[in-house]
């Protein structure tokens, strides 16, 4: 699909060329684009960087740049034939009149992207490729025009063309013209007043805090990384603890008839004794299984919507849980919705991220709300009385020991058998089961096991206490303390700002124990550290700038008024998107650089 969307892209690019500029200008961005684009590929073969779909995205995102270029250096060349120099004289007068500006309008968009290596975590290490890859193409589109484009060009250009082109220009630009010389007026008369020149600067800087202010105020919501509209979507399914492996095959059959009669699909995949994502597949995940699930490409509703029907058709799919979830554009997650709970205690931990679970699913907005404390069978606990054990002048290694020889049995001997090697094991004659040499035995009859000791045989009830305790598959640890996590993703139309912020009013309402923290994390702290170094990253990435301008202009007064149209460009950009009801996000910002 993107891959499609980058040939749709070069194709429009063409033709806009075509259309405005005339035939030999968009045969030069035509032989511009692909030999940038092989310059770029090995230069990333090099620094070991493959072709994925972060790198396909920097490529299209670069696409309408890497012409700009050619399209100067070509403009420049019919100027100067016009003007009536020979084409290879116009190539080398293009290439000392144009190649600073040039220079310095590349570098200018390569030091806006540069800095994004400066982003840490996962999201830096995700959107390593686009300042890398985006730099690349545009510094092998700059090498391309001033050292190749100039030279094609002059190759093929004829009077008999330049007269052709000149006439199409005309044609296609008296429109531009028109305007050109209409705005030209309206600016005369602005600047000869100064109480309008005052106006604009007001009007100017309160449209710019308005526009600065919609994502602060709430109308824009910020999400780092939105939902595709990826025909894919994935269902876990999830039966209580010991389901034999067949039972939980047969429940999930039961889904698969459900997606089988569906028009939407248009296949699946079914796997039995795991899970998807970040969900953490462990020995015995009998009771576990998910689908794959891949939806036609036309004709259909949005995957957002398709994901939102099977959750309410699944809803009371009993006796399972059901969880209906897709990805989104940016790097893997455990969910959108993160919040941690930090203590000493594991039963307590695991209380209150159940309570908390309960409490999160009444936040408006929240699906697939789930904590990670997993339901086990349980395990038996000895729990030996030290100071007992030692009046009968025995330690727990050596209980230990002898249970563990009770009931697993130790190696005696071997014997040879039809040429084989058998194994004696000895163990204690626990209860039979049948004929069958399958020995099954109980916790009373554990209990009554006697122990040997220096000073007689006691029942081993009489030095330990048994019980059943509730198991762990992992104890999850962050700086050293322990942590249990409730996880939940978002509807839609809810951002997950909204839930954080809603979580945040309610938490007062939420009591836990002395001891016990509660941390929202998830896309929130992506958010917050992202944005925190994308903005030193601009920072840095402005003085880069600036410095640049500096020493092209040698002037710091017309360098602060190029620097200005950067926040001013913002004035369109967040009422933009409220018209399109598009989120500022991370994919967004990149396409803003």
Request: aromatic residues 10%; glycine residues 6%.
């Amino acid at each position: 699909s993107l891959s499609r969307n980058g040939l749709a892209t070069v194709l429009i690019v063409f033709l806009l060329i075509l259309f405005f500029l005339g035939i030999r200008e968009a045969v030069m961005a035509g032989i511009a684009i692909p030999l940038a684009y092989l310059s770029t590929f090995t230069f990333l073969l090099f620094v070991g960087i493959s072709i994925n779909f972060m790198t396909l995205f920097s490529l299209i995102l670069s696409l309408g740049i890497l012409v700009d270029s050619t399209i100067v250096v070509n403009e420049g060349m019919n100027k100067k034939i016009r003007s009536g120099l020979e084409p290879f004289d116009a190539a080398k007068a293009v290439v000392r009149e144009y190649q600073w500006p040039l220079i310095s309008g590349t570098l200018t968009t390569v030091f806006a992207f540069v800095p994004m290596l400066l982003t840490s975590g996962i999201i830096g290490q995700y959107i390593r490729t686009i300042p890398v890859t985006v730099s690349a193409v545009l510094v092998s589109s700059l090498f391309v025009a001033l050292a190749i484009i100039t030279t094609i060009s002059a190759l093929f250009a004829r009077h008999q063309m330049q007269k052709q082109t000149a006439q199409k220009i005309k044609k296609t630009t008296s429109f531009f013209d028109n305007l050109r010389v209409q705005y030209a007026e309206k600016l005369r008369v602005v600047l000869a007043s100064k109480k309008r020149q005052r106006n604009i600067f007001v009007y100017s800087f309160l449209a710019f805090v308005a526009s600065m202010s919609l994502p602060a105020i709430g109308v824009l919501s910020v999400e780092m990384f939105p939902t595709s509209n990826e025909p894919r979507f994935t269902i876990d399914y999830e039966l209580p603890i010991g389901t034999p492996v067949e039972k939980t095959a047969e429940e999930m059959e039961r889904i698969e008839h459900v997606l089988a009669e569906d028009e939407l699909v248009e296949s699946y995949v079914m796997n039995v004794g795991s899970v998807t994502g970040f969900g953490r597949s462990a020995v015995g995940d009998t009771h576990k299984g998910y689908f794959d699930i891949l939806l036609r490409e036309h004709d259909r509703p949005t995957s957002v919507e398709v994901v939102e029907m099977y959750q309410e058709k699944l809803l009371d799919f009993q006796p399972g849980k059901v969880t209906v979830s897709q990805g989104n554009f940016g790097p893997p997650q455990e969910a959108p919705v993160v919040v941690r709970i930090t203590g000493p205690e594991l039963d307590v931990l695991d209380k209150v991220a159940r309570d908390f679970e309960v409490f999160m699913r009444n936040i408006p907005g929240t699906t697939n709300v789930k904590s990670n404390v997993e339901q086990t069978n349980g395990e038996f606990v000895i729990h030996v009385d030290r100071l007992q054990a030692e009046r009968f002048g025995i330690n727990t290694t050596q209980l230990a020991l002898t249970l563990r020889n009770a009931i697993n049995g130790s190696e005696a001997t071997s014997i040879n058998e039809a040429g084989e090697e058998v194994e004696i094991i000895v163990r204690y004659a626990l209860q039979r089961q049948g004929e069958s040499k399958i020995y099954k035995t109980d916790i009373e009859t554990i209990k009554s096991l006697t122990i040997a000791t220096p000073l007689a045989d006691v029942p081993l009830s009489s030095i330990a206490d048994i019980r059943l305790e509730h198991s762990r598959f992992f104890v999850e640890h962050r700086d050293g303390e322990r942590i249990t996590k409730v996880t939940s993703y978002t509807k839609e139309g809810t951002s997950v700002v909204e839930v954080f912020a809603a979580i945040k009013e309610r938490l007062d309402e939420f009591e836990a124990p002395d001891g016990y923290r509660i941390q929202v994390g998830g896309e929130n702290e992506d958010i917050n550290q992202s944005f925190a170094d994308m903005f030193r990253a601009m920072i840095f990435a402005v003085f880069l700038i600036a410095s640049l301008l500096v020493l092209q202009f040698n002037s710091f007064k017309q360098s602060l008024i190029i620097l200005l149209t950067i926040p001013l460009a913002m004035i369109g950009v967040f009422p933009g998107l409220v018209l399109l009801r598009l989120p500022p996000s991370f994919p967004g910002w990149n396409c803003s650089e």
